[in-house]
């Protein structure tokens, strides 16, 4: 009998004999549970169906579970590939309900802007130590900026993330975020750089945090977003703060819709940013016929086609990372390819992963610790 048969068998067993034993049943482990490539779910509750959502491209949306009869316990035995994290939810039918609710036996969240998703990891995998609160190293400040835009018309706030130790009287290399503010809550974007700074990975830097009030039109391939970073984002910035001048060691970071808006900024204004890091990047492209991602898409499918025909150089380097199980993953990985051939010097991390803030938070020092190496990387590698 494999181990997920047998806790199911301890499960029916303490159903037949009574609340009270089940509870103990239930309580004497953690759930979801894993073994070596396999994940047992399993859900009590008066339902018709229950099924798992799991936020992977590819595999059936839904998967049912089994009533173990007799009882109000579900059960379901799926594969986990060691390393992975998965994210996910139950669906409960019960007559015309259906509810996707988080699992009431996991305490494991994964939190984004629409709420928060069940997680299940495979064996192998374990929070990078690197994101959490470290007691010994000094924590970075954070400003806020008011800066004009005449390419909005308006003026646009702007965090700025400023190193420990900052001082007026040394110059440091500047990284643009988009959706900076959602890196701060969902990465906890300013934890990981007390901790690489501290631990020499990547040198003092100071971060500008700017988030979009419509991003699916600005950072959608935008002429006026691309404007507002070059023209008037930077400047303000080079104006306030003692940066480094040459634009080799400016970069810009996104995910999803933010990496197109990040390539885009890059192309259409050759020579401005040197370095990019580019996370789940949304760059559908059509060789042939229409695309099926909707009219929000339309300007990026416009403009990764222009790019692919006409890549120029956007940047000397650029970190390309996506999750294996999203659909984007695709469209990343055409995109190689190209940013190779323009001679720029590019590499690529796909991880056991969808297109979540975990994930981009997870490669955040393989990212960043290319792009700018520390005094460590710089001597050891």
Known sequence: MSVASAVVEEL??????GPDV????????????????????????????VRLHRWISGLPSAQPFRRIEGTDLWTLETEIQDRARVEYKFEVVTGPHRDLIQDPLNPTLAHDPFGANSVVQGLGYTKPEWTSEH???????IVEQHVRSEAFGEDRPVSIYLPARFRETRRY?????????DYLR???????????????????IVVALVQSPNRTVEYGASDLHARFLVDELVPHLEQRFPLLEDPRDHALLGASFGAVAGLHAAWSHPG?????????????????????YGPVFDPVVDFVNAFRK???????????SAGIYESLIYFNRSLLP????????VRMIEAQDGHSWENWRDRLRDGLTWLFPGPLWMVYE
């Open 135 to 141: 007691p010994t190293a000094r924590r970075g400040t």
């Open 186 to 204: 969902y990465t906890g974007l300013a934890t990981v750089l007390d901790n690489l700074i501290h631990r020499l990975e990547i040198p003092p």
């Open 310 to 320: 006409d890549p120029g150089r956007p940047a000397d380097q650029i970190f390309l």
């Open 22 to 49: 089940l509870q103990r049943s239930l309580d004497a482990r953690p759930y979801p549970v894993v073994g070596d490539g396999w994940a047992l779910f399993v859900y009590r509750g008066l339902a018709d169906e």
């Open 12 to 17: 029916a067993d303490g159903a037949r004999r």
């Open 173 to 181: 290399p500047l990284l643009v975020v988009h959706d900076g503010l």
């Open 338 to 345: 190209v940013l190779q051939g323009t001679g720029a010097d």
């Open 272 to 292: 401005s940013f040197g370095k990019l890091l580019l996370q789940s990047g949304s760059f559908a492209f059509t060789d042939i016929g229409d695309h099926d």
